[in-house]
């Protein structure tokens, strides 16, 4: 969260740890013991990078590049990543984006550990439960960490790894306040040869605040195979449809690959993005056109969940979302505030674990917020209004636009103190914060 914030942050949170340790099984919490399957090593460092634009860039990055390097596991491997801070004198830390790991782990400075200071180091250790598309990030001031370039991609393979013959590609893009752009290897266009016949899989995701990113693929008839990193159940073709996902949620779409290009532009059909074909050659298209937004809401076909809308809620929240002129740290500034608050006067969550939870998520405000929930993953249950009818819709950062209501329910099965907070980082960091506590 935002330096300058970090003294009130870690003093209320602090307090509360000391209630968190009585209700922590070390087991759940802790990290895990025994030898890892697999183990990372993350530097974090002060580097030029050179964006897609030709121009260069004080980056903050982690082993001197932008993204990070790629962490790749296997579900039910344990872990073991290591962070070096060798200059970034603010403090960093790692985040597993949308992975449900122990509190301990969770990577929150001023909550679940202290800032890594520079010449220190910090040992994270966890058994990769969940397949699906994540992310790293730090979590100490975040806001300019992530958009100095402290950020990576992590893909939890199934058990017995990705079929050989699929072609899996990430795809993060990150926009600089210059409005030059790292996408993968920072090229503006990325080509990439890919036989036809192959299947392919494309995670897409946003690393970017501020920025609603409009993801359109021409060329191919595809599906939205995973939402937030979770498979939905028989996903069906679509054409001709925008993929959005503001900051921090994440998209993978497949499809087979034809003899012809396949394109990926990135926003208003300008040259960022990628072309896929079966001889590495081949250009974006010039025009792009505007397409209807996709919506999960009745996409896919239903499957068997834990609990459901008709089920019986142990707890039921409502979270409003809204933006009022107020002081904040004694400047006159926008606030973004959940139920009227600012942090740290944000309501607090209680849960007991085992218990079932419903939060009502209203935006009141004129934009749009990423509203993310470590630690847990949310079954969206209504839109609007309309009940989800597709396929099971689990998210981790749910967007929610101007004027849109969602019920979205939760079980409270990962004991600790976690945040729950607009992923616009700048919007977090001028009050869009809250906890959810176990007692
Ligand atoms: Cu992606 Cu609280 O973070
Ligand atoms: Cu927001």
Redesign the pocket.
């Known amino acids: 969260l935002a330096h300058h914030h970090s003294g009130a942050i870690a003093a209320t949170v602090s307090a509360d740890a000391e209630t968190t340790q009585e209700i922590s099984v070390d087991s759940l919490t802790g990290p895990a013991e025994g030898t890892p399957d697999i183990t990372y090593t993350l530097t974090a460092e002060k580097k030029t990078v050179k964006l897609a634009s030709g121009r260069t860039v004080e980056a903050w990055t982690y082993n001197g590049q932008i993204p990070g390097p790629e962490l790749r596991m296997r579900k039910g491997q344990l872990v073991e990543i290591k962070l070096i801070n060798k200059d970034i004198t603010e403090g960093v830390t790692l ?1 597993w ?2 992975l449900d790991v122990p509190n301990a782990e969770d990577g ?1 400075a001023g909550a679940t550990q202290n800032a890594v200071m520079p010449g220190e180091t910090y040992t994270y250790r966890f058994v990769a439960e969940q397949v699906g598309s994540f ?1 790293y ?1 730090s ?1 100490q001031d ?1 806001k300019e960490a ?1 958009q100095k370039g402290l950020f990576g991609s992590l893909v939890v393979e199934p058990e017995g790894g990705m079929p050989p013959e699929t072609k899996d590609i990430t795809v993060m893009t990150h926009i600089w306040e210059d409005r030059g752009v790292a996408i993968g290897d920072n090229d503006g266009i990325q080509h990439i040869e890919i036989k036809p016949g192959t299947p392919v899989r494309l995670r897409l995701t946003n690393t970017d605040d501020w920025v609603r990113q409009s993801y359109k693929l021409l060329g191919a008839k595809f599906q939205v195979a995973a939402i937030d990193g979770t498979d939905l159940h028989e996903p069906s073709d679509l054409e001709k449809v925008s993929l959005d996902l503001l ?2 949620g994440r998209y993978d779409v497949t499809f087979i690959m034809p003899e012809t290009p396949v394109t990926l532009s990135v926003n208003q059909g300008g040259k960022l993005g990628i072309v896929m074909s079966p001889d590495g050659k081949g250009d974006l298209p010039e025009h792009v056109p505007s397409m209807p937004v996709f919506d999960p809401t009745h996409y896919g076909t239903p499957a068997p969940t834990p609990f459901d809308a008709n089920s019986h809620f142990d707890r039921e929240f409502t979270m409003v979302l809204d933006n009022q002129l107020g002081f904040y740290n004694g400047k006159l500034t926008f606030n973004y505030t959940i139920n009227g608050k600012v942090f740290p006067n944000t309501p607090m969550f209680m849960v007991s674990e085992g218990e079932l939870v419903k939060t009502t998520i209203v935006n009141r405000g004129a934009v749009d917020h990423p509203m ?1 929930l ?1 630690g847990h993953h949310m079954l969206v249950l209504s839109r609007n209004g309309e009940t989800v009818t597709g396929s099971p819709w689990w998210t981790d ?1 749910l967007d929610v636009a101007p004027g849109e209501v969602y019920e979205v329910a939760f079980k409270a099965d990962n004991p600790g103190l976690w ?1 729950d ?1 607009c ?1 616009n ?1 700048a919007h ?1 960091a001028v009050g869009m914060t809250m906890h959810l506590m176990y007692e």
């Open positions: 985040h984006h949308g929150v992310w990030h979590h975040s992530v900051t921090g993310h470590h950062t945040m907070h992923h980082l977090a």
